[in-house]
């Protein structure tokens, strides 16, 4: 079974720009959750959707969006990036309400 | 809302055990989860504790006291490999069930 698949792996925006990340699930897990990972803060929810409707936001900014597809691929959005969005952006999917999140390998977002 | 604290950095020799601990002020959760995550690499699941007491996997434990507001990890007969940054994370029960993460523990395991 193919794991969760993140793509680009690597991203290099300017300040001002969007960015579209893409999320492909496990095959049957219809839950797909986003994460902001840096240094300094950890791990820090961006946003959880469940048969394309959003479960859950956390505390970003309105420039953060995210939607889900009728297959339970992901997206996520950051429009007028700006130097703090700098991270690693991780996707992780579950099957149903289950606790085990199986993650990707993120995308490594550079805002020069 | 809550907050979760871990130690920030744990060193230990081969073979050796290890105590990862997890605090965490809430008023409502789901249970405790562990994720182990290598350097450039994806989280893992490590374990999941939906109720109080210690859940065994291998060399890893973990243990959850509702009452004490207290989780920790426990990594057994330590090896190179196990070097790594454990996360703990808790369902917000009052936040929608959002998952929030403390901010990880980097274990290094010496020779």
């Known amino acids: 079974k193919a794991g969760v698949t993140q793509t680009p792996r690597y991203l290099i925006k300017t300040r001002g720009q969007q960015v579209t990340l893409s999320c492909s699930p496990i095959?049957?897990?219809?839950?797909v959750s986003w994460y902001q990972q840096t240094p300094g803060q950890g791990l820090q929810f961006l946003f959880e959707?469940?048969?394309?409707?959003?479960?859950n936001k956390g505390n970003f900014p309105g420039r953060f969006s995210g939607r889900q597809f009728s297959n339970s691929r992901s997206e996520m959005n950051v429009s007028t990036l700006e130097l703090g969005d700098s991270a690693l952006y991780l996707c992780?999917?579950?099957?149903?309400?289950?606790?085990?999140?199986?993650f990707g390998s993120g995308t490594q977002l550079s805002v020069l | 809302g809550q907050s979760l604290e871990q130690p920030s950095e744990v060193t230990a020799v081969e073979g050796a055990i290890v105590q990862i601990n997890c605090t965490y002020q809430?008023?409502?959760?789901?249970?405790l989860s562990w994720y182990q995550q290598h350097d450039g690499g994806a989280p893992t699941f490590l374990s999941y504790n939906a109720l109080d007491g210690l859940e065994e996997t291998g060399r890893f434990s973990s243990f959850l006291s509702r009452s004490d507001s207290y989780g920790y990890l426990l990594l057994q007969e330590l090896q190179m490999k196990d070097s790594a940054s454990y996360f703990c994370?808790?369902?917000?029960?009052?936040?929608?069930?959002?998952?929030?993460f403390g901010q990880g523990t980097e274990l290094s395991v010496k020779p």
């Open positions: 992780a999917s579950s099957f149903g309400d289950n606790e085990k999140l199986f």
């Open positions: 994370a808790v369902r917000d029960r009052n936040q929608g069930g959002k998952l929030i």
């Open positions: 959707y469940f048969s394309e409707t959003q479960r």
């Open positions: 095959s049957g897990h219809r839950s």
């Open positions: 809430t008023s409502g959760f789901y249970g």
